[in-house]
């Protein structure tokens, strides 16, 4: 949930990475894509969608008005209708569809190959990639600047309503003070819709953050809040109702608990450069000829 409620995504390393995320994205697609039609035995599913999710990232079928998912289904599913009858009528034969299909498989089966060979090949390079504490100590040291910030490390419960974030409320207020962690991290494990969360099964840990990176109402509650407190009143975002329990407060970043984030940054940012200078690579002994 953490990279849903945070604004920005800031990503360390090479532009490269944003080809790794597209595979994998595109991988966990294929597998997972829920039916929401059936026509004549054929399923549709989510993955209909794609093309605009390409053309807009922030798409979410799952987050748009009823009326919204149902036109554009209705729209998927008359393509469907209309194809098979274009299929009758032996369109599909024809000079204009032939040419015209043979280029988008073309481009299709070369997007594909990329994704499938950034995949493997980051993969390969990051098994063969070390970074040490000293490596990520110096990163610290020489962008200290960067780490001096006002930050919160808190948990969450995410639920769907306002009254189920009460009841969890009123349930806590009932738990002494030296268990509240403890109570809080147990219900979270049980009760919230974080999939992150609930998966990890880490009673909400949100780790630590600054109050931009989060979105407003969660930030003002988190940052509003005492160590060891958790929120008296439910907080709602786009995402559902929030009980927030402060961790900790800072007002720098300390190595010790930035240092797996920092590893695993600069890790990416050595597997992003030796798939650069692959590309680079390619590129020297190619005849390019770019007449932008």
Known sequence: ????????????????????????????GIVSAKVLATVDGVQITESVFDELKAQNPGFDFNKLPKKDQQDLLNQAIDNILIS????????????????????????????????????????????????TEQEALKYYNDHKSDFSQPNVHARHIVVKTESEAKKIIDELNRVPKSKIEEKFIEIANKQTMDPGNKQAQNGGDLGSFTKEQMVKPFSDAAFGMNVGAFSKAPVKTEFGYHVIYVVDKANEYSFDKIKPALMNMLGEQKVGQELKKKVDGFRSKANVKITL
């Open 1 to 28: 949930m953490k990279e849903h409620l945070t604004k920005n995504n800031v990503v360390g390393g090479s532009k490269f990475f944003v080809l790794i995320v597209s595979a994998l994205v595109f991988s966990i």
């Open 84 to 131: 098979k009858e274009a299929q009758k009528n032996k369109l599909d034969t024809t000079p204009e569809f032939t040419q015209t299909f043979n280029k988008i498989t073309q481009s299709i089966k070369d997007r594909l190959l990329v994704q499938i060979w950034v995949q493997q090949e980051a993969r390969n390079i990051a098994s063969k990639t070390q970074v």
